[in-house]
Nanobody, 115 residues
Framework: QVQLVESGGGLVQAGGSLRLSCGAS?????MGWFRQAPGKEREFVSAINWSGGYTRYADSVKGRFTISRDNAKNTVYLQMNSLKPEDTAVYYC???????????WGQGTQVTVSS
């Protein structure tokens, strides 16, 4: 069983930046970020494999968000730049055995972007 704890969310003005962190209690392979805005379904944001050599992004965040990981710390990061009001959501960290299969989820961290 792997536990995930997110941090780094908050309130920021449009155009600003935030960095989310997700600490895992154990070793993981694939890690990803998802988000859920009020009244909407949870959607994929970004994912990274064990080595960090493969990353994937939703079209809506390409060029603005960067995912990275530090395996020595069992931590994955999401650097979010040029934030837009439509990025407002609860952001969830996920971990699993493959980039398309996530077994563990964090509790979520709120990101609010004001216009």
């Amino acid at each position: 069983q792997v536990q995930l704890v997110e941090s780094g969310g908050g309130l920021v003005q449009a155009g600003g930046s935030l960095r989310l962190s997700c600490g895992a209690s154990g070793r993981t392979y694939a890690m990803g970020w998802f988000r859920q805005a009020p009244g909407k379904e949870r959607e994929f944001v970004s994912a990274i494999n064990w080595s960090g050599g493969y990353t994937r992004y939703a079209d809506s965040v390409k060029g603005r968000f960067t995912i990275s990981r530090d395996n020595a710390k069992n931590t994955v990061y999401l650097q979010m730049n040029s934030l837009k009001p439509e990025d407002t959501a609860v952001y969830y960290c996920a971990a699993g055995t493959a980039l398309s299969s996530y077994n563990y989820w964090g509790q979520g961290t709120q990101v609010t972007v004001s216009s």
